[in-house]
């Protein structure tokens, strides 16, 4: 009895523990759980060095495979630099080794790490599997590198040729890396403020500090003692910049230090667990992107990147901060400087000079990657919410969809399907048919996504767990047991993914057998994998925890959540036999992330503050390679104010910019004032949206209400499936150059300083304008329009002027969207369940006419899921409308005068936006047969305008070549 009693006691006090832990990791932002800049040593010392505390000079510069290499030996004593002799005696001077690389299309590599010839205690985590391996073949080998004094300098300098226009430059004394025009204006500098940095592995042997590190109880031991790096970044000729997510602030980044500025903390890059965190804020919360990129009017654009997987903070400094240092510039170059600070690693940077933003997007993609291509069901409308009860509750909202005549592609589970929140399981009493269910709704185009997160419930029943300890896949602990933390299950393990051979056994964990109630339907979410640690520092992993090789959790954390991704992307990739195309979304991300899946931005509050940072951060993320983001919206556990719903977040003022054109919407509630409600969710597009819209309906009272909004909904999703052939159209853009589907305005027009800063509207490809409405109950917006071209309101087809600011009405049904003049826009216009059943459907062209009544757009076409595009399998057309004339013509490459795919498909409606004089019919040719001309409409709800001429039914086949002459 006393042993029942006492089990039963531990039982309670553990679910109390348990209870606890939960409403910790889920209650809203709690500063005091996070690190500050003064809390973490390395950003603490590394904020407190002063400009030209650098002692370092360049030596024994030589050739070397390629490369120009040089050793960089201290100048000073270390007695001079503050050190104390016993110091001195315990670490005796190492040089350290640097080398410059130069490759095509004018990118700069450097490398500094500790010189191996001088027997470190261990090498330096070097980031694997993020750059291309075809990046290599770019390298441009050096035979020969110039020395000479370079503007009056007093020592000499080394010259790297990088193309016809720059050169990259290495001063001897003091040590400077920079990148210039040839005999010209500087583009990037590193280290021209001498604040460069390099804590060098060291052996323990005595007591001290150094040799650990605590915050909130936490004890992290550091083995090799401190070993961060820190250096400054210029940017000349910038007028802002941007990049570095993750973080909930501007696109245009504030400056962290400077006159105004000094306490305020540096952006932080460290992937955590943040749930509703706060807006305009440089911390850091899931995912890791060390790239960012400079803009200016007169330089043009401009980036840095470097690839570390360390926490990473990072200052940019504010107007006035040289003047503060005592360091002053020549009065005609503008530049912005930046102070880069790693806990580990080794420096491997990338400098890239664009000139244009364009070009700097595609040069870092042709280190990293461009995204992957997406199953074009994948761009299309999803439904998620946490969480579906049982499969009667699924049925139930997917035939609510068809009674409501709403459209979705794919519905998502939550970690309550499971068994026991043990992953790859079915609770088989709420989902006893999972292989029927997923069938039954893929009998109508759709699919179903399941969440995997890493943490492996520690039970001994539990086939995975019990193979992985047998394995010994797990990551360990600093004694070098299997680290044991907590997260949804209680007491879990989390797999060694920087292991290859533990990814490929992950990997093998999605295959039918192995993921039993798993169908070729089924796709994958990974959250929680940056990774979260209920219990852990920071809410994660310890950073003294051991992975393979040896490498510290502080050396790869970053990354941790980038493998996991890669493995199960991988897992999907061999399900299917490397047939299909896989979906995996993923929370915490990494350069390269792109290359595999999608992210969304996490946990974020229901308020309209959260609502307007969401545009720059999609925007940012789309800027550093990651085109398929997305954002929530509404919240993820807190409840939804109807007057919120009412006054615009979900129906038509926030819903409909992010259904029809931005990358990411959540609006994600479990009850409205306390009752049950059913939710559609949308995770839209790689531009992925996990366009989280939901669609809220109160199951009492209000019916009016509830049908307004329905209908607010149905209409804006609908506009969404109407552009899914353009949206996919930029996808294989993004997946081939690295452009993002969803642009700021300054990348269109990077010579117009009014849209350098505006981060509240944005672009979708070259031909749409967005502007989002963020505060509540407005009535107008106002909205800028850059100049050069007309731009044509999507509803309505009137004209409006650019480079004029605009006060424009906010209607309830719509927000503020135009498409430019001088662009051809692909539309689908019937309606289905499904973008599956779209696939044989006719085309609609919009045509928005410029001032020479001329345009152009494309289009491409593949089966949406499988690789055989890659072999050249897909239709890729040019639309040319010039001399009343509109051409389609074939861009794809050559194929020996095979097709290697086709399609049925016609153009039904051709829509011309601008008033084109005297028309009456159109001659298609060489068909050499009339098509009748009309006015309007230019929507389906749209009515008659004689801003919008209509040629219906020309019939002709999207994958021929044709001319419409419009007579």
Not at 183 to 190: A, K, P, Q, R
Not at 686 to 707: A, F, G, H, P, V
Request: proline letters at 6%; one cysteine or more; aromatic letters at 12%.
């Amino acid at each position: 009895m006393a042993k029942t009693m006492t089990r039963a006691t531990s039982l309670l006090v553990l679910t109390f523990l348990l209870l606890l832990l939960f409403l910790n990791s889920v209650s809203s932002w709690k500063r005091d759980e996070f690190r500050t800049c003064n809390q973490t040593p390395f950003c603490k010392r590394a904020r407190s060095r002063k400009p030209g505390s650098c002692s370092l000079f360049a030596t024994d510069v030589a050739i070397n495979d390629g490369d120009l290499i040089a050793k960089l030996i201290p100048k000073k004593p270390r007695e001079e630099n503050g050190e104390d002799e016993q110091a001195q005696e315990d670490e005796p001077i190492k040089p350290l080794l640097l080398r410059l690389s130069a490759y095509q299309n004018g990118i700069l590599r450097l490398k500094i790490d500790e010189d191996p010839s001088f027997d470190p205690p261990k090498k330096r985590f070097e980031v694997p599997d993020v750059i291309l391996p075809e990046f290599h073949n770019k390298k441009l080998w050096l035979q020969s590198v110039s020395t000479e004094v370079i503007d009056g300098d007093s020592a000499p300098s080394s010259i790297v040729y990088l193309s016809d226009d720059y050169e990259a430059v290495l001063r001897h004394d003091p040590f400077v890396v920079y990148v210039r025009k040839k005999g010209g204006d500087l583009v990037l500098s590193m280290n021209s403020h001498g604040l460069f940095d390099f804590e060098q592995l060291r052996t323990k042997k005595k007591e001290g500090e150094d040799w650990e590190e605590r915050f909130r109880g936490h004890t992290d031991t550091r083995p090799y003692g401190p070993q961060s790096i820190s250096f400054d970044v210029s940017f000349y000729g910038a007028d802002f910049v941007y990049g570095i997510p993750e973080h909930a602030s501007s696109l245009a980044l504030k400056p962290s230090r400077g006159p105004g500025v000094e306490d305020s903390e540096p952006y932080r890059l460290f992937n955590l667990d943040v749930f509703e965190y706060i807006h305009d804020s440089p911390f850091g919360i899931y995912g890791s992107i060390p790239f960012m990129i400079s803009h200016g009017k007169a330089r043009g654009t401009s980036g840095f990147f470097w690839l570390n997987a360390a926490e990473m903070q990072i200052d940019v400094m504010g107007s006035g901060w040289d003047a503060e240092s005592g360091i002053s510039l020549p009065s005609s170059q503008n530049r912005i400087d930046t102070l880069w600070m790693s806990e580990a690693g080794i420096v491997d940077a990338f400098f890239f000079v664009g000139p244009g933003p364009k070009d700097v997007v595609s040069q870092y993609a042709s280190v990293t990657g461009t995204p992957a291509m997406p199953q074009h069901f994948a761009t299309a409308y999803h439904q998620c919410r946490w969480n579906y009860r049982d499969e009667e509750d699924v049925e139930n909202v997917d035939s609510k969809f068809d009674e409501f005549n709403i459209p979705y592609d794919v519905l998502w589970l939550d970690i309550e399907h499971t068994d026991g929140k043990k992953y790859f399981t079915w609770d088989r009493m709420l989902f006893p048919n999972p292989e029927e269910m997923q069938n039954k709704l893929a009998a109508k185009g759709r699919h179903m996504v399941t969440i995997v997160d890493p943490h492996i419930k520690r039970d001994e029943s539990f086939h995975l767990h019990k193979e992985a300890t047998k394995m010994g896949h797990y990551v360990k602990d600093a004694t070098g047991k299997d680290y044991d933390g907590w997260c949804w299950p209680g007491s879990s393990s989390y797999p060694d993914m920087l292991n290859p051979e533990i990814r490929s056994w992950w990997a093998e964990k999605f295959s039918f057998q192995n993921y039993v109630g798993s169908t070729p339907s089924l796709y994958i979410w990974n959250d929680m994998n940056e990774p979260s640690v209920f219990n852990g520092p920071e809410v994660t992993m310890p950073r003294d925890a051991l992975h393979y090789g040896g490498v510290e959790h502080r050396e790869l954390h970053n990354a941790y959540g980038y493998y996991f991704h890669m493995a199960t992307s991988n897992g999907l990739l061999k399900r299917g036999d490397g047939k299909d195309r896989p979906f995996v979304l993923s929370r915490a991300f990494f350069p390269g992330s792109q290359r595999y899946g999608a992210v969304w931005t996490g946990d974020n509050s229901a308020d309209w503050d959260h609502l307007r940072v969401s545009v720059p951060m999609i925007l940012t993320l789309g800027l550093t390679g990651i085109s398929f983001s997305v954002e929530v919206l509404g919240g993820s556990m807190e409840r939804v104010r109807r007057e919120d719903l009412i006054s615009g977040i979900s129906p038509g003022r926030g819903v409909q910019p992010m259904i029809v054109t931005q990358p990411g919407y959540c609006l994600r509630s479990r009850n409205l004032e306390g009752d049950e409600t059913w939710t559609l969710t949308e995770y839209s597009s790689r531009t992925m949206t996990r366009m989280y819209i939901e669609l809220i309906i109160k199951e009492r009272n209000d019916l009016s209400w509830r049908e307004r909004n329905t209908e607010l909904m149905r209409d804006a999703i609908h506009i969404r499936y109407m552009l899914l052939p353009y949206f996919y159209t930029l996808f294989r853009e993004a997946s081939s150059s690295g452009v993002p589907v969803v642009r700021p305005l300054w990348m269109e027009f990077p010579s117009d300083e009014a849209t350098f800063s505006n981060d509240e509207a944005f672009m979708v490809g070259n031909s749409l304008l967005v502007q989002g409405i963020y505060t509540e109950r407005a009535k107008h917006a106002s909205v800028y329009l850059p100049g050069g071209q007309s731009w044509y309101d999507l509803r309505t087809g009137i004209a409006y002027e650019g480079g004029v600011t605009h006060k424009l009405k906010v209607l309830e049904e719509s927000v503020p969207a135009f498409q430019k003049s001088g662009t051809i826009v692909p539309r689908k216009d019937r309606f289905r369940r499904s973008s599956t059943q779209m696939v044989n459907d006719p085309y609609t062209l919009v045509i928005a006419l410029n001032s020479s009544l001329a345009a152009e757009g494309e289009l491409y076409i593949d089966d949406g899921k499988s690789f055989e595009f890659e072999q050249g399998a897909y239709i890729h057309r040019h639309f040319l409308f010039s001399d009343g004339k509109l051409i389609s013509s074939n861009i794809a490459p050559s194929t020996s005068g095979k097709m290697l795919f086709s399609s049925d498909c016609v153009v039904e409606r051709i829509i011309l936006l601008g008033n084109y004089p005297g028309a009456k019919s159109a001659l298609i040719e060489p068909a050499n047969h009339k098509a009748e001309v009309e006015l309007g409409p230019l929507s389906l709800q749209g009515g008659r305008s004689p801003n919008v001429l209509t040629i219906r039914k020309p019939n002709v086949r999207i994958t021929d070549d044709w001319t419409i002459k419009i007579l």
